[in-house]
């Protein structure tokens, strides 16, 4: 390897929304995440909606007004 070239690989903590936080290695020293393993549903067995500026209620508008049957 060339020397000189490579960002320093140095501990980082990753910081989610839920309030969980970890220590890992990366290049920056800190990042945060919206969700990890302690709050997505997948994980927690939980059925709730993760809705990212209305794009579920949006799709739900528009195809619960035909008012028609679908199958």
């Known amino acids: 390897m060339k020397?000189?070239?490579h960002?320093?690989?140095q501990t980082?903590?990753?910081t989610c929304s839920c309030g969980n936080s970890w220590e890992t290695r990366?290049?920056?020293p800190s990042m945060s995440v919206d969700v990890c393993s302690a709050c997505h549903p997948f994980f927690t067995g939980e059925q709730r909606i993760v809705d990212t500026a209305g794009r579920v209620e949006r799709f739900r508008?528009?195809?619960t007004r035909g008012g028609g049957s679908t199958s």
């Open 26 to 28: 990366s290049t920056k």
């Open 12 to 14: 980082a903590t990753i």
């Open 7 to 9: 960002p320093e690989y």
């Open 61 to 63: 508008r528009r195809y």
């Open 3 to 5: 020397t000189d070239i």
